[in-house]
Structures are given as C-alpha cells and as structure tokens.
C-alpha cells in the first residue's frame, strides 16, 4: 500500500503564498508521476498540476498556469506545489496523487491509484 501525506495548507490573504508538500511512504510503483487536485464545497475535484518521475514533463490547469510550480525530490518521495498570487478563488480542500509512470502525467483524476487525504487551502479576499 501507498501512504500519501499533504501538508502546508493553511489561510492565507489574496495575493499571498502557500507551499503544499505531499511525502509518499510505503509500497509505491517504481517510477510515478505525482499529481495535484483540489476540490472546493459543491463542486467535483479538479487537477491542478502533475509532474513525471524525471520532473521534465509538467502539466498544469490553465487557471493556475505562471501561479503555481511543481516540482519534486525523489530521493525523498515528495512532491511540491508552490503557489503563488493565490485568490479567493484558490480555496479547496488540496489532494496529491500517484499514478505509475507509463500512464504519463496525466489530468484525470480516474487515472490515479493513490490519494492522500487532503490539505485545506482557504485564500481570503
């Protein structure tokens, strides 16, 4: 079993910065793309960003396209998500997922095996 762990959120003002961490233990697949969703009240998950094993191939949402940056460190199975100019509009509760690599980086949320439960993000405006 994969165990995900999320971790930074908190409440920030329009226009500020958070960090989000997501560090994998246990059985995981040997190379996995990392991937990032959120979800606010009412509505359906949504992805945001997602990154190879190698880190050369990312993906983002267009509505966090030039805000947020993902990157991650194998050697300590963690994946990053910098969010920066962040709006109201930001807020969600933030999950990581993993998928094995030779499904690409992909947007579905469908695709990945292993979530973690969550970090919440609330941007005041």
């Known amino acids: 079993q994969v165990q995900l762990v999320e971790s930074g959120g908190g409440l920030v003002q329009a226009g500020g910065s958070l960090r989000l961490s997501c560090a994998a233990s246990g059985r995981t697949f040997s190379n996995y793309v990392m991937g990032w969703f959120r979800q606010a009240p009412g509505k359906e998950r949504e992805f945001v960003a997602a990154?190879?094993?190698?880190?050369?191939?990312?993906r983002y949402a267009g509505a966090v396209k030039g805000r947020f940056t993902i990157s991650r460190d194998n050697s300590k199975r963690t994946t990053y998500l910098q969010m920066n100019s962040l709006k109201p509009e930001d807020t969600a509760v933030y999950y990581c997922?993993?998928?094995?690599?030779?499904?690409?980086?992909?947007?579905?949320?469908?695709?990945?095996?292993?979530w973690g439960q969550g970090t919440q993000v609330t941007v005041s405006s």
């Open positions: 997922a993993v998928t094995p690599d030779r499904n690409g980086v992909s947007l579905m949320p469908g695709m990945y095996d292993y």
């Open positions: 990154i190879s094993w190698s880190g050369d191939n990312t």
